[in-house]
């Protein structure tokens, strides 16, 4: 085990971050599924498509195919066939021939523009043009969507609507993901208590193991809930134990922060190795992180906001990394600060805010009431983080601030 900070010396957010990201891998293990079962799960593969999308040159309107160049010549054509989508075509058209086609249908090899029906006059077998047409009209092209041999979804995306769309449009029926990761919560405190339960004098409802595991369920994790834990050192040994065997992430909140840690550090020292970090975060600061035999460990605050925001800005990348997730960097604007934002130098803030647009399409933002590490309900209220740098001071109202606007793990 290892205290890499003091009570005076904060581990800078950023620092903290990539350590984290250095010790846990990716899970290499993969299965094969149905695309319609792979909504959120992450490619195990580079997708190359071995088709064309189109697969051939087809109308983008109901119309009239013929060749171009036989219309420099002519004023009208003749019909000689037909072609809708599903039924081309069979045959070859001559000079001053067209074929009738419809959208989707394939082009023969003969035609290169379509004129729309509406631009044409019909008597029995010939058609006239009314309106002049140009070279290639309202073709479609052959891979003109996805080329043959290009690569169309890379490794480490975790798929969504449009890459199943995407897979199927390809003709991908079945496709390798990486297998699903299984994290194991439990929640540490003698005074909680189980939503639906009687509290006693001093007791509270506990909401962390909840909200965590609604943001385990948005990454696709298998979730084994161990429930409340005693502040017990038996207790909580069993728990870690009983947790590391099942799991391959193990997540417990409270009893990180001074004098409560004893329990854990304690547990923890004997199983595996941890560190007890202090972030230079707010909210935040006591987070733990480390291996025990069989899984990856985060310990998270046991303050509802601490919890919550630590787990998204520390252990979330760490899991999307551990499930083959590309990294990405967290999505941020700029925005004008409306209100003044109280801050001292020495931590990293992400304050919570409400994000929107100004008259003028200005991309503005109000903090909420309380910055409270306690008052869930600014988390409620909020849809972004203001991200304030570790040494930077107070933020006065009409200044630029960096925004990070929720995303779908937490909010949403
Ligand atoms: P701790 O980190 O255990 O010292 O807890 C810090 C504060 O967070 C205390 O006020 C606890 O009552 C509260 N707390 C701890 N765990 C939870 C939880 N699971 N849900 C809600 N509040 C909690
Ligand atoms: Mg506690």
């Known amino acids: 085990m290892s205290d890499c900070c003091t009570a005076t010396s904060l581990l800078p957010f950023h ?11 990716c899970i290499e293990k993969s299965e094969t599924l149905a695309i319609t079962d792979t909504l959120g799960r992450v490619l195990a593969h580079d997708i190359e498509s071995t088709v064309n999308v189109p697969p051939h040159n087809n109308s983008a309107m109901d119309g009239y195919a013929f060749a171009y160049s036989s219309m420099q010549q002519a004023k009208s054509f003749t019909l000689v066939g037909k072609s809708f989508a599903g039924a081309p075509f069979m045959g070859k058209t001559k ?13 023969p090899e003969c035609c290169d523009t379509v004129v729309m029906q509406e631009n044409v006059r019909l008597d029995h077998d010939k058609v006239w043009l009314t309106k002049t047409v140009k070279l290639h009209d309202h073709v479609r092209y052959a891979g003109e969507d996805i080329a043959k041999g290009s690569i169309v979804l890379t490794k480490g995306k975790r798929l969504n609507a449009v890459d199943i769309g995407l897979l199927a449009s390809l003709g991908i029926n079945t496709i390798a993901v990486y297998c699903k990761l299984t994290a194991a919560i439990f929640s540490t405190g003698d005074e909680l208590r189980q939503p639906g339960d009687v509290l006693k004098d001093g007791d509270i409802y ?11 369920a948005r990454q696709g994790l298998n979730i084994i809930d161990l429930g409340i834990i005693r502040d017990n050192k038996k207790a909580i040994r069993d728990a870690f134990m009983h947790a590391d065997r099942q799991a ?21 020292a004997e199983l595996g190795e941890i560190n007890f970090w202090k972030v230079a975060m707010k909210p935040g600061k006591p987070f733990a992180f480390g291996k025990l035999p069989d899984s990856v460990f985060f310990g998270l605050p046991g303050n509802p906001v601490s919890a919550l925001v630590t787990f998204h800005q520390l252990a979330v990348p760490g899991i999307m990394k551990m499930q083959g997730q590309q990294a990405k960097p967290r999505f941020s604007i700029k925005a004008k600060s409306i ?12 304050q919570r805010g409400i994000l929107s647009v100004d008259a003028h399409g200005c991309a503005v933002v109000h903090s909420v009431k309380s910055q409270g590490s306690g008052i869930l309900s600014s988390l409620r209220d909020a849809n972004c983080y203001i991200v304030l740098a570790q040494e930077q001071g107070s933020v006065d109202a009409g200044d630029l601030v960096t925004v990070q606007p929720f995303d779908h793990i937490i909010t949403q």
Do not use: W
């Not at 209100?339 to 992400?350: I, T």
């Open 248 to 268: 391959d992430i193990v997540i417990s909140t409270g009893g990180v922060s001074v004098g409560e840690a004893d329990y854990n550090k304690e547990v923890l």
């Open 15 to 25: 620092q903290a971050l990539s350590m984290l990201l250095g010790s846990v891998t």
């Open 339 to 350: 209100d003044h934002l109280k801050k001292s130098p020495g931590r990293m803030d992400f």
């Open 95 to 107: 000079f001053r021939e067209c074929i009738r086609i419809m959208t989707g249908a394939k082009i």
């Open 206 to 216: 506990e909401s962390n193991r909840f909200a965590l595991k609604a943001m385990l």
